[in-house]
């Protein structure tokens, strides 16, 4: 697998990281295009991802509080306009104080990437996966880590610096690992974690620890949910996951324990599936395989030898 090829590991788009701290580039990306973030959600229709320009844009949010530089395509720049849902209100008769502008950005239809990611083109994904890190930065670090104080987006929006005591932070991105495994007749191990709806069955996955590396995750992490032991393992791929800032590493991996022991609190079932059983489980509806723009469903279908199968009402059920 190249990582190019999962669904939000495309990046077609130059991100020109050297621009970041050019004084004029606020100037400068003025006459470029926005993608629009809102609560770790994009803005998208039909057509795939809605982008506008400066001119739809009030004028005060055209600062790096609400502004993060996510690159060029040719002479086109590409930001991402970060929207605050309590900078939209209504009145008593329900209409919008303000600018209107701001009004008809919040009225654009905004989903998950999770739920398009794989339907996007390669510059769309790119922009969305980036855009949507650094919304649920922004989201998450508002305040100081050190002192309490206010976080000043700067550089682009990809630093922030503390008006207060001047700690600057950066956005961070949390490793995981995940791995689809497979038995000595080369059945494949899913596993239902406890808050799940019954019928979710997924690849096993988890956090590297500190000081760990990503073939050492994959066998703590395989012997601590499900009691099997890793003989052998290649690596996968990998796609970051903005949810809010997961990076997943996916490995292939063999093993050739034949008794599965949950842990009994982040997994509560797991069995080994062989193509013809997990096919059946699909037609029966008693199986929703992970959304298309998952890694483990890449992971799944790279074993599976395909697309997945469907239900016997034609439809496909995914978490």
């Not at 739920?115 to 508002?142: C, N, P, V």
Request: aromatic content about 8%.
């Amino acid at each position: 697998m190249i990582d190019g090829e999962l669904p939000l590991s495309r990046i077609e788009h130059d991100a020109d990281a050297l621009s970041r701290t050019d004084p004029d580039l606020l100037t400068r990306i003025t006459s470029g295009r926005f993608i629009l973030v809102r609560e770790n959600q994009i803005a998208a229709d039909h057509e795939g991802l809605v982008s506008v320009t400066a001119d739809d844009i009030p004028t005060d949010m055209l600062t790096w509080d609400h502004v993060s530089y996510l690159g060029k395509t040719d002479e086109t720049a590409w930001s991402a306009l970060h929207l605050d849902t309590t900078n939209f209100e209504l009145d008593a008769e329900g209409m919008p104080y303000g600018d209107r502008r701001l009004t008809a950005l919040h009225h654009r239809n905004f989903v998950s990437l999770r739920k398009i990611g794989h339907r996007l083109t390669g510059l769309e994904s790119g922009l969305a996966t980036m855009g949507t890190a650094l919304g649920a930065w922004r989201d998450d670090r508002k305040h100081c880590q050190a002192c309490g104080g206010i976080m000043a987006p700067m550089a682009g929006g990809w630093e922030g610096a503390c008006r207060d005591c001047n700690l600057v932070t950066y956005p961070r991105t949390d490793p995981s690992v995940i791995m689809a495994i497979r038995d000595q007749d080369d059945r494949l191990l899913l596993g239902h974690a406890s808050n799940w709806e019954p019928t979710r069955y997924s690849c096993l996955a988890g956090f590297v620890e500190a000081g760990e590396a990503l073939e050492h995750a994959v066998v703590r992490e395989s012997f601590e949910e499900a009691g099997v032991e890793i003989d052998r393992l290649e690596y996968f791929g990998s796609q970051p996951w903005p949810f809010p800032r997961s990076l997943m590493a996916a490995f292939r991996a063999w093993t050739t324990s034949t008794i599965i022991e949950v842990d009994g609190e982040e997994i509560t079932r797991a069995r080994f599936f062989s193509r013809e059983e997990f096919a059946s489980e699909i037609a029966a509806g008693n199986l929703t395989v992970p959304m298309s723009s998952s890694v483990a469903r890449y992971l799944i279908e790279d074993w599976y030898g395909g697309t997945l199968p469907v239900n016997r009402d034609g439809t496909r059920n995914e978490w």
